[in-house]
């Protein structure tokens, strides 16, 4: 339908918005927090290990720290090297300060793990870092995790001696900080579910607001198309709206006068044609008494073309000057055989189904219900050309009186299902194409409904009234 189609692409476009401008600011703030942290940590990194370098330079010297040896872990330069190092690693929270020679052979650790002249293997993966080292540049690594995913950020600086790099003292800092990020995410995630709540209840009032005005226009639409244009409406909303919806009410407008004019056109055709045709009867009447036996089949036949006339008029006028219903609680079935004894004299070729129970009741002006009922039984009995079966069948259920009317004719193509009610619209030669229209405009005035029940054998209506 219109409105859920109109009103759920706006809301899905502003959450759709939001969603993306949340996302877009979240992952944005998430980048500039992760460089300033690592930043930060970088450069403090980095200081340690200058310090480390300078710390290291003071204690022992240069050389003596590249003349360690393996096996050399208790030496006297080692323990004072622990000794004076091991402050600073506890001031700056660092995971390890080690010292390293070319080819990354470790010298010293301060967590005792690493044996002198042993390959660190994590330093592969620092080598430009540690090549910037060499040539007399601090720098920082980039971020790498442990075994246990944890997150750690290493430096490094030359250790010199006389003006050349000997060694390079490195720093292993946590880089937990960055671990708030993650909680920083958390929360970045729930104000985005908020704004995407907010965004919907949002999305949902701004809708409705819009589409409030176009259901109306809409409904009123639907009410033209189906025949009732002299239903008034008021829309308001945007300039935009406004001027739609007055388009519509000024053709809403033209074409009430439009039907208005036709209708008493048809009122006043049919009235003139009546007058004429009650005397052509009555002269055939007659004629057919004192006609000779060899004429009056042809008689016979101008009195049957005149009944169907006739017939034809009563449905202008019915159709064009629609009296007031005076529903009231009708039993169905005593009309039902009423029509069936008329129409069976007229044609006997037709072989009826009838299952109507006797307390089968309907709230409905009995001469409209009579009239409708005529009009569908005929429409079956020239479908299937006086020969055929027709069933008829009623039930109550649910407050509702529904009967339906089968025929085993060739049944109604989908390209005029839509079309059969409509007034004027008829595929035989000699319809008027009022019968189906009035046949829906009665069921509508007496708050009931008229439907072709589609996919059937035949053709086969559907009348949904008020249970009586």
């Known amino acids: 339908m219109f409105r859920p189609r109109i009103r759920t692409l706006l809301i899905l476009f502003l959450i759709l918005q939001m969603g993306a401008v949340l996302a877009l600011a979240g992952f944005y703030l998430q980048w500039r927090m992760r460089a300033q942290i690592e930043g930060e940590l970088a450069d403090k990194l980095t200081a340690f290990a200058k310090t480390g370098a300078q710390t290291a330079s003071a204690a022992v010297g240069a050389a003596p720290i590249i003349s360690l040896l393996p096996g050399d872990e208790t030496s006297r330069t080692a323990s004072t090297l622990h000794a004076q190092l091991a402050p600073l690693a506890e001031a700056g929270a660092l995971a390890r300060i080690m010292i390293f020679a070319q080819a990354d052979r470790i010298l010293f650790d301060s967590r005792r793990e690493l044996a002198i002249g042993s390959e660190y293997v994590r330093l592969r993966f620092d080598q430009e870092e540690i090549s910037r080292a060499w040539q007399g540049q601090a ?199 009423d029509l069936h004894t008329q129409l069976q004299q007229l044609h006997p070729g037709v072989t009826w189904r009838m299952q109507v129970p006797d307390s089968a009741a309907a709230l409905a002006d009995e001469g409209q219900l009579r009239r409708l009922l005529l009009n569908l039984l005929r429409n079956a009995i020239e479908a299937v050309n006086g020969q055929g079966e027709i069933e008829i069948n009623a039930t109550v259920s649910h407050a509702q009186f529904i009967l339906t009317i089968k025929d085993n004719g060739p049944g109604i193509s989908p390209e005029i299902a839509e079309k059969i009610f409509e007034p004027f619209f008829t595929t035989r030669p000699q319809g008027s194409g009022l019968g189906l229209a009035l046949v829906r405009q009665l069921a509508e005035q007496n708050h009931g409904r008229i439907e072709l029940v589609p996919g059937a054998k035949g053709a086969h209506f559907r009348l949904t009234l008020e249970a009586g």
């Open 139 to 337: 720098s920082a690594a980039k971020l790498f995790f442990d075994v246990q995913n944890q997150p750690f950020k290493a430096a490094y600086a030359p250790l010199r001696e006389g003006g050349n790099v000997v060694a390079i003292v490195g720093i292993e800092g946590s880089a937990a900080a960055l671990s708030a990020i993650a909680e920083i995410q958390r929360v970045l995630w729930s104000i985005a579910a908020v704004g995407l709540i907010v965004a919907a209840i949002s999305g949902v009032i701004f809708a409705r607001r819009l589409t409030s005005p176009l259901e109306r226009l809409r409904r009123a639409a639907e009410a033209i198309g189906a025949g009732a244009p002299e239903v008034a409406f008021e829309v308001k909303g945007t300039e935009e709206i406004r001027f739609l919806a007055q388009t519509m009410q000024h053709m809403r407008e033209a074409i009430v006068t439009r039907e208005q004019n036709l209708r008493m056109m048809l009122a006043g055709v049919a009235h003139e044609i009546r007058n004429p045709l009650g005397g052509i009867e009555l002269f055939a009447g007659m004629l057919e008494n004192d006609a000779p036996s060899e004429l009056k089949p042809q008689v016979q036949k101008i009195r049957a073309e005149v009944r169907r006339l006739e017939n034809t008029v009563r449905d202008f006028l019915e159709y064009a000057r629609p009296r007031a219903s005076q529903r009231e609680r009708i039993q169905v079935l005593p009309i039902i055989n």
